[in-house]
């Protein structure tokens, strides 16, 4: 990494207005993984720990911990009550022309779900020429950091970047050639190896219920084939840098952060997920992920820093959720009722219920991570009595091991939400116009099941508490131990470039985080 000792006059008086906002998000990085391979980080992730404001206690704080909430909330300042962002199934998935990709296939995407303004929209009210630029793998994490804003914004579709129609009707002539050039260059035949040798890793390699039971060894190899290679490529480290390469040549592309106004640069990075989903947060995979992703995003900052004058660019990086061990890996270490809770066949019976006396319908909209809305007017013009049966399914799933409370929305409205965080976090979760009926939260280390992967959504520490740093132009390096929520990030970027909120937010300017 370059030292770049003039960072750390960037406070000084007369400093210029920062022309530049790196935000980097890493898809499932939870709080504690900064901590725990520390000594082993010597690049990008190392540079933001020591030149950065490091909050040791962010929490992305709703419930429903998944990736389109947590993208939402992030550059909004807003939670999932406010962007109406509640869980990915209701994200960006956009089925009307609108949503159509551009040259490639895969689902439609589009913003149109999300309400309110971000960080972008505040920029460009003050600099209408202000440039935006955000990438991802996925969709959802590509499109909700800059809410509704029709900037240039590409994810990854079946081994190539696109966008949607909502975006632009062709891709610009460099994402074709990024395509064509790197995207098969970097995939086929690689094989991931550890990058440190076998002990410098605590982790057990080989458990058996990673990954499926499938290659749970290292080392993992892509396929010699240039399409299977694109698509398996997702689930290694090599995705991240792909990402990265794709950003950087973006920033050129597009002549990001050479002023006057400030522009926005937003990456999501999602490698984490996918090999913290199929190894878990305990293993071996995940070490060695973080270790690759801590060196690209080295390069990554070394490549930029030549671009662009460090002064004047501001960078953060957080995330979107974390994760829950897998529950056989707790049963092992400490908490033997470690369980996956189902409530699948209690939920059927309800529903079959309803439609013996309302007629067929989509009476129960869904219960997903623990959250149940059912289509309580319809029910009602039926003449059916809602609230006993809401009462009644909640003795039943209350009596479920593993299921350590549940709640209604009334009750929560009378909680004592300074103190009670799954309370907080359910009411950040829910908006004003969603029929919500209850809200289940499981025992710390449960997870809804059936599933085969480590899983996330809870409104627990695990899953909320994330890594959160802000860096750069303006910023008073250190650690800070107050809690604090991911929706305190955008007031304290926008503070950073002088700019002001649009809209009423839920998150506070971090000024503690401040070069006075
Ligand atoms: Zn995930």
């Not at 959160?468 to 910023?475: K, R, T």
């Amino acid at each position: 990494m370059l030292i770049v000792a003039a960072l750390q006059v960037a406070g000084a008086p007369g400093r210029r207005t920062p022309t530049l906002v790196v935000h980097i998000t890493v898809d499932q990085f939870r709080a504690d993984y900064l901590d725990r391979w520390r000594p082993q980080l010597t690049g990008g992730l190392a540079w933001l720990l020591r030149h950065g404001a490091v909050f040791t206690h962010a929490y992305q704080d709703h419930a429903m911990t998944e990736t389109a909430p947590g993208h939402a909330t992030m550059l909004s300042g807003r939670n999932p009550h406010a962007t109406g962002i509640v869980r990915n199934d209701q994200g960006v998935s956009d089925t009307t022309a609108a949503g159509r990709l551009v040259g490639a296939m895969g689902p439609g995407a589009s913003p149109w779900r999300f309400r309110g303004t971000e960080l972008f929209d505040w920029i460009a009210a003050r600099y209408p020429d202000a440039r935006a630029l955000s990438v991802s793998r996925k969709d959802r994490a590509a499109i909700l950091p800059v809410g509704r804003a029709r900037q240039p914004v590409y994810w990854y579709a079946f081994g190539r970047f696109t966008t949607s129609r909502y975006y632009e009707d062709t891709l610009p002539d460099w994402v074709k050639a990024f395509n064509l050039a790197m995207v098969p260059a970097r995939a086929p035949g690689r094989r991931w190896n550890l990058l440190l040798r076998p002990s410098a890793y605590p982790e057990p390699d080989s458990e058996p219920y990673e990954n499926n039971g499938r290659g749970v060894t290292f080392p993992h190899d892509l396929p010699a084939d240039s399409f299977p290679a694109s698509i398996m490529v997702m689930a290694t480290p090599f995705m991240d840098s792909l990402t990265l390469a794709f950003a950087l040549d973006g920033v050129n592309q597009r002549q990001l952060g050479r002023g006057p106004a400030p522009d926005l640069l937003a990456i999501s990075l999602s490698a984490t997920d996918a090999v913290g989903h199929a190894f878990g947060p305990d293993s071996r995979e995940i070490h060695d992920q973080v270790l690759r992703l801590d060196r690209y995003l080295g390069q990554f900052l070394d490549s930029l820093f030549r671009l662009r004058d460090p002064r004047r660019i501001v960078i953060s990086l957080t995330s979107d959720h974390g994760v829950t061990s897998y529950v056989q890996w707790s049963r092992a270490h400490g908490d033997p009722e470690a369980r996956d809770v189902r409530a699948d066949t209690l939920i059927r019976a309800v529903e079959a219920a309803l439609e013996a006396r309302a007629g067929s319908g989509r009476w129960i909209r869904w219960f997903e991570l623990g959250m149940l809305v059912m289509d309580r007017p319809g029910l009602e013009a039926k003449g059916v009595d809602v609230d006993s049966v809401v009462a009644n399914l909640a003795t039943r799933v209350r009596a479920l091991p593993g299921v350590a409370r549940v709640d209604t929305p009334r009750g929560l409205a009378s909680a004592d939400t300074a103190r009670d965080a799954v309370a907080r976090r359910w009411l950040n979760a829910i908006p004003p116009d969603l029929d919500v009926e209850l809200c289940v939260t499981l025992r710390p280390h449960d997870v809804w099941g059936p599933t085969i992967e480590a899983e996330h959504g809870q409104p627990s520490e695990d899953d909320a508490h994330v890594a959160l740093i802000i860096a750069g132009a303006g910023v008073r390096p250190g650690r800070y131990a107050k809690r604090m929520q991911v929706a305190d990030l955008a007031p304290t970027l926008a503070r950073l470039i002088g700019v002001e909120p649009l809209e009423k937010l839920d998150g506070r300017v971090l000024t503690e985080a401040l070069a006075r």
